[in-house]
């Protein structure tokens, strides 16, 4: 049982062969494909930015989504029944989306790669980061809105 544990800790870890461009195991000391030798730190460290853009890449996704997710939380904060939930959900996001976005600039903005897919990425959060910035204001204002017409009443 306990070497079945350690055998899942020890996840395998990938790179682009720096010949061929396939992506090969940093264990290996020749690339299966093209039968290029492999240094073995020059493998962990292409294995370790291989890892870091595929977390941005998949951060710059989660980004996308929830800012997708602000505009039908906008649209549901209309719909009766369920407007209340829209508007909670909107105010949430209106004030994580701009936390998600710090912690990606914090996280990858010194990212130095070449990477088709990262590019990608960075494009994305910029995109959502100039509204994003805007984004706790308008959350504050819907609060206040929100305490107003609750007392005002």
Do not use: Y
């Amino acid at each position: 049982m306990s070497g079945s544990l350690s055998l899942m800790s020890q996840q395998a870890r990938v790179f682009q062969c720096p010949k061929c461009k396939e992506t090969i195991d940093t264990s290996e000391s020749e690339c299966r494909f093209c039968h290029a030798a492999i240094d073995a730190d020059v493998a962990e460290e292409a294995a370790e930015v291989m890892a870091k853009v595929n977390q941005a890449c998949s951060d710059a996704s989660f980004l996308k989504v929830m800012a997708v997710a602000v505009v039908v939380s906008f649209a549901f904060s209309f719909v009766p029944f369920v407007s209340f939930l829209g508007l909670w959900a909107l105010i949430f996001l209106l004030f994580a989306v701009p936390v998600m976005l710090v912690r990606w600039w914090v996280k990858f903005s010194s990212l130095q790669t070449n990477e088709s897919d990262f590019s990608r990425a960075r494009g994305i959060v910029i995109g959502i980061s100039v509204p994003g910035l805007f984004f706790p204001f308008i959350g504050l204002f819907l609060l206040f809105g929100m305490l107003v017409r609750s007392f005002g009443h």
